[in-house]
């Protein structure tokens, strides 16, 4: 990796953003070659898993850091910042990367919605035992196969392998070696200030917000909605739907004064069913409709 090169262009230049029929692809690390320079946390736009089977490095995620110096699998969603800085020129295991479409409503009710694997706040990574390894090699191999097959339920199938891997990692110990240990209530106001912002900017009017609610923030934190409130009015003063209404409001400013969108999209993008919902949210927050912070945002200061 170029040290000047994005890590967007080195995701593009290396394939990584064209997944197979745009849902899923697996990969074999020893294929990817990257010097030693740090990719830094980044959003990405997919779930991934990642099999470590050789080679040395340090993995940071939320407010963790922990060294990698055996084989490891870990679980992230498109929300988890993480960079990975390798401390070795080794390179070895194998790793699948999948989008919110290839998640349908069986895996999303049985597996990903009750797990903490994937979640903000829950187990990330675990170091496999060597039985554990030999299983999982194995199925990463599967998909090798299944992705190249021409069975017309390999997606099925895939979605299955995904399941397997995900039920042989919550049967180990999650690792329990990180640096740089915080109270909870820190971690939970890091962690939920972290992926508030994570959501934004709204880039389309066809994006929009995967987290809206205090509910649903707590349930991705893997918290109680009132212990989530409560630490953020002890630590910052404001509670969760203060936070959110803020954020939300502030890029809704943004939209309507950088973007020629129209009233619907910008609610839609937002999270608003319907228009006159946002623009009652909106009045609230800034004293003024929509159309009238548009107007008067878009008005020239004469000098």
Not at 145 to 159: M, Q, V, W
Not at 240 to 266: M, V, Y
Not at 295 to 300: D, F, L, Q, R, V
Request: proline share 5%; with cysteine; hydrophobic share 35%.
């Amino acid at each position: 990796m170029n040290k000047k090169e994005s890590i967007t262009d080195f995701h593009n230049r290396h394939g990584w953003s064209h997944l197979k029929n745009g849902q899923f692809n697996v990969y074999n690390r020893e294929e990817f070659s990257c010097d030693s320079t740090s990719l830094p946390p980044n959003r990405r736009d997919y779930y991934k898993i990642s099999m470590i089977t050789k080679g040395t490095g340090i993995l940071s995620y939320a407010d963790k850091v922990i060294k990698i110096d055996k084989p490891s699998i870990t679980f992230f969603n498109p929300l988890i910042p993480y960079s990975w800085e390798p401390t070795s020129t080794d390179r070895g295991g194998y790793f699948c990367l999948f989008t919110e479409d290839f998640i349908n409503q069986s895996l999303k009710s049985e597996s990903l919605s009750h797990s903490p694997l994937f979640k903000i706040g829950g187990n990330h990574l675990f170091f496999p035992t060597n039985e554990s390894i030999e299983l999982l090699k194995g199925v990463f191999e599967n998909m090798f196969l299944e992705i190249r097959s021409g069975y017309a339920n390999k997606y099925e199938l895939l979605r299955a392998y995904v399941q397997i891997i995900m039920h042989e990692a919550m049967k180990i110990q999650p690792a329990d070696t990180f640096y740089q240990p915080v109270n909870s209530a820190e971690r939970i106001t890091t962690m939920f200030l972290e992926l508030l912002e994570l959501q934004f900017p709204i880039d389309s009017p066809n994006q929009t917000l995967k987290l809206k609610t205090a509910k649903e923030f707590a349930s991705q934190l893997n918290v109680h909605t009132n212990t989530l409130n409560r630490v953020l009015k002890e630590s910052t003063g404001k509670t969760t739907t203060e936070w959110i209404g803020k954020r939300i409001a502030n890029e809704a400013k943004a939209l309507l004064q950088f973007s020629n969108w129209d009233i619907a999209e910008i609610a839609y993008s937002l999270g608003f069913e319907y228009s006159a919902n946002f623009i009652i949210f909106f009045k609230k927050q800034t004293n003024m409709t929509p159309l009238q912070y548009r107007k008067a945002s878009c008005t020239p200061i004469s000098t």
